[in-house]
């Protein structure tokens, strides 16, 4: 069953007032859950799209709500939250998966604008699932499922992606029944998987390096220095386990109690840096795991007919993990660049010193009044978090060569220390801080008439913090604030107003306005205590002037010495590198938090309705429900970083009229907001039936249109800076959302018949039909400052689009890439202009998946059993080109090299003409996503009692 209404009555989802989508137990065990998450029924709304891809990682399935940043999302357990609270996953959760188990979920919703003021902590949308009880009757269930390297495909679009070794095994249970009857109650669910990463995408030939070239990179590894380059990996082995135990307590007819402990550990692997044009070895790749123990207990109570409380308390620890899976004791990274791809070598610079833990308490008290026609609620709550984070990145040492031959000689574009200042032990620089969130809230639902229900309330945030990052001066020196401002004092009020009004029986308006805030990660505070410019020292030599060691007279690897490690240059930093962050006093980067900033916020505003209705046709039957949505946000405060470096430096004027900043190093970071307000605008329908002869189905279609300023797409600020296609990073202006899926179409179905005797046979199908996510065109010069427009990374930097050979701001450019302009349309007409970020849109993707299930009989009277089948993306099944995913190198396609002719200078010394070469041949093409574009089938066996 499905519900999208304000409210759900019968279900127990208890949703509020707004746009909404409640999933019955039915849904739950029909739907075709390949991957036994509620990530799989939740996309069936047409507003909810799971990014396969996110963060970079196929298989993380962030779930992208309306054109909206995951990471912006909440998921809340039996109103608890329960999501990443750090803000390290792309996922949403705080694990690799699912952090509760599958079978002990009884419903789940996800509300997109929930107009009552206990909602919070989330800007985008809010997933929460509701756990199953015991009751006077004992129950339980087993299952076991199984896929490997034979049930599932290799080829997608022509293309060949090996799955050799890769297995799947999943298997658990539950338990429940009456520990005093009528009285307390217990339900028991435990789940592990056993299971594999998929890489088939791994291969020279994928990333665009040729066998000749990679086999040159590990002869010269292990002729020169010593290093035997590890295998590229196709599949990789995981593992994740899961127990959660409830118990109910009734204590009285008016009070009762409960309490749920939930387990989850598992870990996936990564390869860190796996984009189309990444080919990393098995020893860059790295294991990302967590542990995580959450309890909280609830009690409820009924102290007369007209007033009610609820008292809640939570706890979550949270321990991560992010292990390089070659270990520590070999290279540090070591990146070779083979034309646009980039071969990478040794651990992964993230993991060198990488080590989270964090703690969250959470406490909620609330009232409820039943006044005449109104019933009021009063609530206080409150979030304790306390964080451990480890994070130093280079500690090994990054080296960056720009081709083979460099690689070779030892001649580096870029070699990177970073270390604790003084004492070279990364240990020194973890950043621990906390803070609270506390909040009060009062709202009137207002029964206006037998029609007419009017919710309004106000919801106040303040934070509190008692911990500062490490003054330091020099940066108050150097841009006339503080460094260790905090969020300690910063508030914010949150009105809201909804309303549902029934017309008639068959045709229900709802609609409403709030603000909403929240759902920020809290690893971008984190930033500021762990690079504070004291405590953390960044050491790198790029063979110019203002380098670390040399003053820019030192760029090769046989400049230096290495005594720390006997194997040498690799395994070894640089002694000079040591030395000086040994003898640094202060001087390292900054991350900083703008002491006006204000606590990100968005405004929602909706209006829609549910109509029943019957057809006057016979053969179409009557019961239908039609719904319709209309969502529109409008940024209140959003986040963004900008670069103090280049705020502070020079600046120039390109040919096109883009602000060139000439800092030459990109060091000083400040958590601000962005001038700019971004919109989204979301219009859904979707109709569904029940069939008396068993069929069940759901059509849903919807549009959205998004915008943000900065994607914000990382959890370091570096990255959140320089990983986006901008023509002004610090200015970016608002763009098509990273996030948006403009079109989508969804079909969810199922059909129960009892074909054998009373035994149920059921298909269930469920399909999406979506305009893929958009992407931009961006130079493809040297990815480091010091190139022709002065960015740090210039291969983010939106190109201008030509108007034509004549074009008075292009010198000149290849006769290919002028005809390919007129091919692609988003170029086309764009002609004389910076093209927009996310200009241009990826093509289609069609997946269907299906699930077979056939009741069997059971060993005992009232035990059932059941075979089941599920199949993921059945049209690769049928033919290898369909249901194939393609995405676009991150964070822009390069298409052409840029240069500044230096022939045409002005009198204040900007060049007027672009010279452009090297255009790339099919840029658009992207690359194929193997495991969302790969059919897989699994099969098992559940038996219940």
């Known amino acids: 069953m499905i519900v999208v209404s304000g409210s759900a009555p019968g279900l127990g989802a208890n949703l509020a007032t707004g746009p909404s989508t409640a999933f019955s137990l039915e849904t739950l065990e ?345 019933i009021l609620t009063f609530g206080a709550e409150r979030e304790d978090f306390d964080v451990f984070n480890l994070f130093v990145q280079e500690v090994k040492g990054e080296w960056i060569f720009e081709s083979i031959d460099d690689f070779e000689s030892g001649l580096f574009d870029s070699f990177r220390y970073e270390n604790a200042a003084g004492t070279n032990n990364a240990a020194d620089a973890a950043a621990e801080f906390g803070y609270a969130i506390n909040t009060i809230y009062a709202q009137d639902e207002w029964q206006v008439n037998d029609k007419l229900n009017i919710v309004a309330g106000l919801r106040f945030d303040y934070y509190s913090s008692d911990d500062e990052p490490e003054y330091n001066p020099d940066f108050e020196a150097a841009y006339g604030f503080r460094n260790d401002e905090t969020l300690d004092g910063k508030s914010i009020l949150q009105p809201r107003v909804g309303f549902t009004y029934e017309y008639n029986p068959d045709l229900l308006f709802r609609g409403g306005i709030g603000l909403f805030s929240g759902g920020n990660p809290n690893v971008w505070i984190s930033n500021n205590y762990s690079n504070n410019g004291v405590t953390l020292f960044d050491c790198r030599n790029r063979g110019r002037s203002g380098d670390c060691v040399g003053d820019g007279t030192l760029n090769n690897i046989n400049d230096f010495t290495y005594t720390t490690d006997p194997r040498g240059v690799f395994y070894s930093v640089p002694d000079e590198f040591i030395q000086a962050v040994e003898d640094a006093d202060g001087g390292g980067p900054v991350n900083a938090l703008d002491p006006d900033f204000e606590i990100p916020a968005q405004w929602k505003a909706n209006l829609g309705f549910t109509y029943d209705f019957d057809t006057p046709y016979a053969w179409a039957g009557g019961n239908y429900t039609l719904n319709v949505d209309l969502l529109y946000s409008k940024t209140h405060e959003a986040a963004l970083v900008q670069s103090l470096d280049a705020l502070f430096g020079s600046t120039s004027t390109a040919p096109d009229g883009r602000t060139v900043y000439g800092a030459s190093s990109l060091n000083d970071f400040v958590l601000t907001n962005a001038d700019d307000k971004a919109e989204a605008f979301s219009f859904s329908t979707w109709i569904n039936k029940s069939h008396d002869f068993g069929l069940d189905w759901t059509l849903g279609y919807a549009f959205t249109d998004a915008e943000d300023v900065n994607p914000m797409t990382s959890s370091v600020a570096f990255s959140n800076y320089t990983n986006f296609a ?103 007409d764009n002609r004389g202009e910076i093209l927009d970020r996310n200009s241009c849109t990826n093509d289609w993707w069609t997946q269907f998946d299906v699930k077979f299930a056939q009741e069997l009989p059971g060993f005992m009277p009232g035990h059932n059993s059941e075979f089941f089948l599920v199949m993921e993306n059945v049209g690769n099944f049928i033919n290898s080109d369909w249901g194939v995913l393609r995405d676009q190198n991150f964070p822009g396609n390069r298409i052409v090299d840029v240069a500044l002719d230096s022939g045409d200078v002005d009198s204040d010394g900007n060049t007027n003409e672009y010279v452009y070469t090297n255009f790339r041949e099919d840029p658009n093409d992207g690359f194929v996503l193997p495991e969302p574009s790969l059919w897989s089938v699994r099969v098992g066996l559940r038996y219940e009692f």
Do not use: M
Not at 246 to 261: G, L, Q, V
């Open 30 to 374: 029909t739907a075709p859950s390949i991957n036994r998450d509620v990530k799989d029924i939740v996309r069936i709304d047409p507003r909810v799209y799971l990014d396969a891809n996110a963060g970079g990682t196929q298989g993380n399935d962030g779930i992208l709500c309306a054109g909206a940043n995951p990471r912006f999302n909440s998921l809340t357990v039996d109103g608890i939250r329960l999501n990443d609270a750090f803000g390290l996953n792309s996922n949403g959760y705080p694990t690799e998966r699912i952090p509760f188990t599958y079978d002990a979920i009884d419903q789940v919703a996800v509300e997109l604008a929930p107009f009552d003021v206990e909602y919070g902590s989330f800007t985008a949308c809010n997933v929460n699932a509701v756990t199953k009880s015991g009751n006077n009757e004992f129950h339980g269930s087993v299952f076991i499922d199984y896929n490997d390297d034979t049930l599932i495909g290799n080829r997608a679009d022509d293309e060949a992606f090996p799955t050799d070794g890769f297995t799947n095994k999943r298997y658990g249970g539950t338990l429940s029944g009456p520990l005093l009857k009528d009285k307390v109650f217990f339900f028991l669910a435990y789940e592990k998987q056993e299971s594999s990463n998929l890489f088939g995408g791994n291969t020279p030939e994928a990333k665009g390096v040729s066998e000749a070239d990679f086999a040159r990179i590990t002869q010269i590894a292990s002729d020169l220095y010593g290093y035997e380059v590890s295998r590229l990996p196709t599949a990789l082995a995981n593992e994740d386990e899961k127990f959660l135990a409830k118990i109910d307590w009734n204590i009285t007819d008016r009070h009762r109690a409960a309490f749920t402990y939930n387990y989850n550990d598992g870990f996936n692997n990564d390869p860190s840096d796996g984009d189309g044009n990444e080919l990393p070895e098995f020893n860059h790749f790295y294991e990302r795991g967590a542990e995580l123990n959450s309890y909280a207990g609830s009690l409820y109570s009924d102290w007369t007919d007209t007033f009610s409380t609820e008292f809640r308390v939570s706890y979550v620890d949270l321990q991560n993990r992010q292990n390089s899976l070659g270990g520590l004791d070999q290279w540090g990274e070591v990146q070779i660049e083979v034309g646009d791809s980039t071969v990478y070598l040794g651990a992964d610079d993230s993991r060198h010193a990488n080590q989270l833990s964090y703690e969250l308490w959470t406490y909620k008290a609330k009232a409820d009044w039943v006044l005449g026609d109104h």
């Open 726 to 828: 901008t023509a002004d990073a610090n200015d970016p202006g608002t763009a098509t959302s990273d996030y948006e899926i403009s079109h989508r179409f969804t079909f969810n179905a199922n059909y129960t018949k009892n074909f054998f005797s009373d035994l149920d046979t059921s298909f269930g199908v469920f399909g999406s039909v979506s305009r893929n996510l958009p992407y931009s065109y961006v130079y493809g010069n040297s990815a480091f400052d010091g190139s022709p427009l002065g960015d740090a990374f210039l291969t983010r930097q939106l190109i201008y689009v030509p108007d034509g050979a004549d074009d008075p701001l292009v010198a000149s450019a290849p006769q290919s890439f002028l005809d390919f302009i007129s091919q692609d349309d988003c170029l086309d």
